[in-house]
């Protein structure tokens, strides 16, 4: 990414994030190979009611140097376009049934989808180039049973490579083609999730009207770490089929991806807020890493834990830590990237550290980890200095707070004011272990 770009991208994003969030996305995708940044899924709904925002949002990118890879449907759009023409509509498994006079259809609304975007951000000095076609080889899925619907047999990225190459957001339809030349509806999430597969992208984005997965009570889920929360997300009863069936498949797609890869959930108008802070906007949905307890420092790479601590404080720890602290418990993720060390004091374990490594940030690995501490913590206390970064976490999980010059002392669970009135005192009084 040019230097150039960053004063860019700092002034775009300043009502959003700290000047340290800032430069913390920028470094880590101005290490990716430019034709591994990101795909974005767009939904027909969203090109035929949302397309400002759109442009505006891959304008964005395309201002800071990042040139994500656009793959569109266009359901509504074919849905009236049948009903235009007296055609009405056949689904088998979800999927359209397509014979050839709906096929014409969908060539001509795919075309018109299609050119549609790229016009749109061409008019705003946006290069993208239309890709309709040779990028999806195909099989016909069942045409007896589906008509001339494919299934993805290759990818070929030769004109996605050419676009990107040129700093030009290549948008692609979901068709395909057979190996004799027919042209071949497919469905464009499965299209998606084989470009993915081919591709490796860091970030893949799907752009939908809700702007992410909601819970029970309509809520957007900020984010799930698949490695610790899939299996209960999968029992809860407020989970709908669609819903579920959309988890599945992002947990199928991401555990044959890098780690470093993940699923954004989102609006297209928070498409940069969702890339480029911490707090994001929607759902980031990660493989992320296991969560292990320790009862002491035995078992712990302690050179790891050291390195964690300091990347996540940016502060150098004092020496002699590991042997004046004596650890309740210890939730560290499998790959020392977040850690949560507790001490118990006078019967109420506290949170002694929290840490969460630079390039973690943001992921959500942090809070997989706080709710695994949490699980088994029915009381806790600790301390945090009034300027850190997450104390607007801190308020949301405690049942009080005691603000101070030096330090806010939080807690939840305790019973009585001499349990908070001894928490208070002790976080005051305890010595500080990091430097500066």
């Avoid at 009903?83 to 001509?108: C, N, S, Y």
């Avoid at 083609?177 to 497919?186: D, K, M, W």
């Avoid at 964690?308 to 004092?318: P, Q």
Wanted: with cysteine.
């Amino acid at each position: 990414m040019a230097k150039d770009l960053r004063p860019t991208i700092v002034r775009l994003l300043s009502n959003m994030a700290s000047a340290k969030e800032i430069q913390q996305y920028l470094k880590r995708f101005s290490q990716i190979d430019a034709a591994r940044f990101a795909l974005v899924k767009v939904g027909g709904a969203i090109l035929r009611d949302e397309l400002d925002a759109l442009v505006s949002s891959l304008a964005f990118l395309q201002q800071v140097g990042l040139t994500p890879i656009v793959l569109h449907g266009a359901g509504p759009q074919l849905d009236d376009e049948m009903k235009a023409a007296g055609i009405t509509k056949q689904t088998v498994d979800g999927l359209r049934v397509t014979t050839p006079e709906v096929l014409t259809i969908v060539r001509r609304v795919f075309l018109q989808e299609n050119l549609r975007l790229v016009e749109a951000l061409q008019a705003e000095g946006v290069r993208a180039t239309s890709i309709q076609a040779g990028v999806f080889e195909a099989d016909l899925l069942n045409k007896r049973k589906y008509g001339l619907v494919g299934k993805v047999s290759r990818v070929h990225l030769q004109g996605i490579n050419a676009a990107i190459k040129v700093g030009s957001i290549p948008v692609i339809t979901s068709l395909g083609e057979t190996a004799s030349g027919q042209i071949v509806n497919l469905n464009a999430d499965w299209a998606a999730n084989e470009l993915v597969k081919e591709m490796q992208p860091y970030k893949i984005v799907f752009l939908t009207g809700t702007g992410g997965l909601l819970d029970g009570e309509g809520r957007i889920i900020d984010s799930i770490n698949l490695s610790t929360e899939y299996q209960d997300l999968m029992l809860q009863p407020w989970l709908h089929s669609g819903m579920k069936v959309k988890i599945e498949q992002i947990h199928d797609l991401l555990m044959q991806l890098p780690p470093a890869s993940s699923v954004s959930i989102t609006k297209p108008d928070e498409l940069a807020k969702e890339l480029f802070t911490h707090r994001g906007s929607g759902t980031l949905v990660r493989r992320g890493e296991k969560i292990l307890t320790k009862k002491s420092w035995k078992g712990i790479d302690l050179a790891r834990m050291k390195s964690l601590i300091e990347s996540g404080f940016g502060r150098k720890l004092l020496p002699d830590y590991f042997e004046k602290t004596k650890p309740y418990r210890i939730y560290v993720s499998e790959h020392y990237r977040a850690a949560l060390i507790l001490t118990m004091e006078n019967g109420i374990p506290h949170l002694d550290k929290f840490a969460v490594s630079d390039d973690a940030q943001g992921e959500g690995l942090g809070r997989a980890a706080w709710l695994v501490m949490r699980a088994e913590n029915a009381r806790l206390f600790w301390r945090s200095r009034p300027l850190n970064s997450i104390n607007e976490f801190y308020f949301s999980e405690s049942d009080g707070c005691m603000k101070g010059d030096k330090w806010n002392v939080f807690w939840f669970g305790l019973d009585s004011f001499d349990e908070v009135r001894f928490a208070i005192d002790h976080c005051r009084a305890r010595p500080a272990t990091l430097k500066g």
